[in-house]
């Protein structure tokens, strides 16, 4: 188990939060860490997440995020 | 021009060719239908509850591969599609579901009929959305239309509050569509394919697995010659029969908890398994850990999410089945498989259980063989139980039969209604729709519906007088206590009724339509006859069978796939 932070590139709207928190509770994980902010234009923001998983799980909810619309761009950060 | 927020939906589901809209209604969208009224290109079905509702719009979408179109009112309307919104998820079926909602001033504050319902589906939608502003509407709705039948295809909820529904905006609807965040699918990785070839090529003992994703593809004929030029034999999932004709030499069976005896050894002995379109759910599978043990695995999908998700994958290949399968056959050298072919041919005599020695007995794989014979074009529509795996077991399955089933979700009372849906998306094909007592129950208020629509499905419950499968597992594994299971006891058994309840037959009559209670194949095939001329009119063949009838092989959950039951002891 390792701990994890991706950065998240969202839409700046309603529900996109609640779905990455659905996500990690659907699957019955903490989320260690949350931060978010608008940038830009305030037509997107900034979500920053921690959490601590192994690497299957880890893969595997990377995947579930590139899927989820309103998520428009995932990078993973050094912790 | 500005016009009303009720007259773009019109004009928008007109654009998106919806010819059937299966709707409610309610307060919250009473000016939905007032447009509606005044039209008519767009055929309402108003069906009598809403969960049949959707599961009407999932059969027809799975029969016609067009997107089904739901229409129903805030609150209990909304909630009562959520499992038929879930078992669309499940089996990748799209729908568009346009649920009302209370007025924007009141959302949140616990407004008569109001529920969150973007909240509550979020969890089992492709997407779910609220349109708070008139602007947005025909964006929102075309996106919908668009998600719903693109990639992996899914069920997308749009919540429309009813005031903005009654307000002036742009009458545009939107020929296209960007969403940033929503990513298309490519062309399958060259690299990836490559190595796959070369596995297949290599292969001793390869198997394909196909599920449902190969069929959504329409990647039936191209993987029938790959088949074909490969000679490489097939095990499919039960959303995956009829991906190739079951009737190839080459196709051996299902595969998983109620598979086939062969196809279940295939997949513990092989060296190479090539899925396609499959998510190795838990009931392909058995235990995780004992699956497969000797192959590398080749796992074709559109959706990233489902690789690697359940088993540990060699290759993993994102994209779209039909391509794929092309570029695969382009590739791939076929090798010698004789020696795995004998093995193979040696399990399925074997498996001696699995055909039932004198058809003259009604047994539900008589049943079942008797419709199959009966008809050489023909939908056949389960509800979820004992009655669904015999179906997928029993049934033959190509271009001409198809089969639909809740695979995923398992949900009971799916059957009828969705059975009354996709003989709404064809009507020049029989529609026949294999149920239970038990199942047939949770929705029979349908039967109002096929009446007054005038739909000819023919209605064949397989009556044992109890909940089949359930029992079954009591029967196997709870040292037949049958608690819950027996339809015709009531208080654990304290009391017996003598006479089933209800009398379907009677029932039927009340709606006015005709229906038989067979006991023998000979009389099934009279009233199976009889019942295919009736015209405008469901019709109902109740056949009884006995409550001991087991659904074999089967894998006892958490075993590995070659522990099979294969007769009763």
Redesign the interface.
């Known amino acids: 188990m390792t701990e994890r932070r991706l950065l998240l590139h969202?839409?700046n709207d309603?529900?996109v939060l609640?779905?990455v928190a659905?996500l990690f509770a659907?699957k019955h994980y903490n989320l260690e860490s949350l931060s978010v902010y608008p940038v830009a234009d305030h037509t997107m923001s900034e979500m920053h997440i921690g959490f601590i998983s192994d690497e299957?799980l880890y893969?595997?909810i990377k995947?579930?995020l590139?899927?989820?619309?309103?998520?428009?761009e995932i990078r993973e950060e050094i912790c | 021009m500005n016009i009303k927020g009720t007259q773009l939906f019109i004009k928008a589901l007109a654009a998106e060719k919806t010819d059937l809209l299966f709707a409610y209604p309610g307060s919250a969208v009473i000016s939905l239908f007032d447009e509606l009224y005044q039209q008519q290109d767009i055929r309402i079905i108003l069906p009598r509850h809403e969960q049949a509702l959707v599961h009407q719009a999932d059969g027809y979408a799975r029969s016609t591969g067009k997107t089904g179109v739901c229409l129903v009112t805030s609150g209990p309307g909304a909630t009562n599609i959520v499992t038929g919104i879930a078992t669309a998820n499940y089996d990748s079926v799209p729908l568009v579901c346009f649920c009302g909602q209370v007025k924007r001033a009141l959302i949140g504050n616990d407004a008569f009929q109001e529920v969150d319902i973007v909240g509550i589906t979020r969890g089992i939608t492709k997407h779910s959305m609220m349109v708070t502003e008139r602007e947005n509407l025909g964006k929102a709705i075309k996106e919908a239309f668009y998600i719903a039948s693109t990639g992996r295809p899914g069920p997308v909820v749009v919540d429309l509050p009813v005031d903005m529904m009654e307000e002036y905006g742009s009458d545009e609807y939107p020929e296209t569509v960007q969403i940033r965040s929503y990513r298309e699918v490519g062309a399958p990785p060259k690299d990836q394919i490559k190595e796959a070839a070369a596995m297949l090529s290599n292969a001793k003992r390869p198997l394909f697995l196909i599920g449902g994703g190969l069929k959504k593809s329409k990647a039936e004929q191209r993987f029938g010659q790959l088949v074909e030029q490969s000679g490489i034999p097939v095990v499919s999932t039960i959303m995956g029969k009829g991906g190739i004709p079951s009737t190839h030499p080459c196709y051996i069976g299902n595969v998983g908890m109620h598979g086939c005896y062969a196809g279940n050894h295939a997949v513990m002995k092989c060296d190479l398994l090539c899925s396609i379109g499959c998510r190795f759910n838990d009931r392909i599978t058995g235990k995780t850990d004992l699956f497969a043990p000797a192959a590398k695995i080749i796992h074709i999908d559109i959706d990233d999410a489902s690789i690697s998700r359940n088993v540990a994958v060699t290759v993993p290949i994102v994209s779209d089945a039909d391509q794929a399968v092309e570029q695969l056959m382009a590739e791939m050298t076929p090798g010698d498989y004789n020696v795995w072919w004998h093995q193979i041919s040696q399990w399925r005599q074997d498996s001696a259980a699995e055909s039932p020695a004198d058809e003259t007995i009604f047994t539900p794989a008589a049943i079942i063989r008797t419709i199959d014979n009966m008809f050489e074009e023909l939908i056949v529509v389960t509800d979820v139980g004992q009655h669904q795996m015999w179906t997928a077991q029993y049934l033959h399955q190509n271009d001409k039969k198809q089969m639909i089933t809740s695979g995923g979700l398992g949900t009971m009372g799916f059957g009828f209604p969705a059975a009354l849906g996709a003989k709404l998306g064809n009507y020049d094909k029989v529609v026949v729709c294999i149920t239970g007592d038990g199942g047939f129950q949770m929705n029979l208020q349908e039967l109002a519906t096929a009446v007054m629509e005038k739909i000819s499905v023919i209605v064949v419950i397989m009556n044992n007088q109890s909940l089949g499968m359930v029992r079954q597992w009591q029967n196997l594994m709870y040292g037949r206590r049958y608690a819950g299971t027996d339809l015709m006891s009531s208080n654990q058994g304290q009391q017996q009724v003598s006479d089933y309840i209800p009398d379907f037959i009677r029932l039927g009559e009340s709606y006015g339509i005709n229906g038989i209670r067979v006991s023998d194949q000979s009389q099934l095939e009279k009233a199976l006859e009889d019942a295919s001329k009736a015209i405008a009119a469901p019709y109902i063949i109740e056949c009884m069978i006995d409550p001991d009838q087991l659904v074999l092989p089967m894998v006892k959950g958490g075993r590995s796939l070659d522990e099979m039951i294969v007769e009763e002891k």
């Open positions: 969202v839409e309603v529900g609640a779905k659905d659907g299957q893969l595997q995947k579930q590139r899927r989820c619309i309103g998520i428009v």
